[in-house]
């Protein structure tokens, strides 16, 4: 199964990631804006940092597929 993320799917999580740290992670108010404000103009959609970030997932989310593929044959079906 070949599974690729999209930019606006990575952008979709990333927004949530970072709204999520701001959140919750007793950042300044300063800090906040300099995250948010981080994520929307360095990370949107179309710019080389967001294409980057795309393709590493995607290359981490396919090794995370086989690792699960390898374990699930290497593993004894009486584990289960």
């Not at 999209?6 to 990631?17: A, K, P, S």
């Not at 701001?22 to 948010?36: I, Y």
């Amino acid at each position: 199964m070949d599974i690729k993320f999209n930019e606006d799917e990575v952008n979709e999580l990333l927004t949530v990631i970072v709204n999520r740290i701001a959140d919750e992670a007793g950042l300044s108010d300063r800090d906040r804006a300099m995250l948010k404000n981080w994520r929307s103009k360095q990370m949107r959609p179309g710019r080389d940092d967001m294409t980057e970030l795309v393709q590493k997932v995607n290359e981490d989310f396919a090794q995370q597929m086989a690792r699960r593929q390898r374990s699930q044959i290497r593993k004894p079906d009486w584990l289960e």
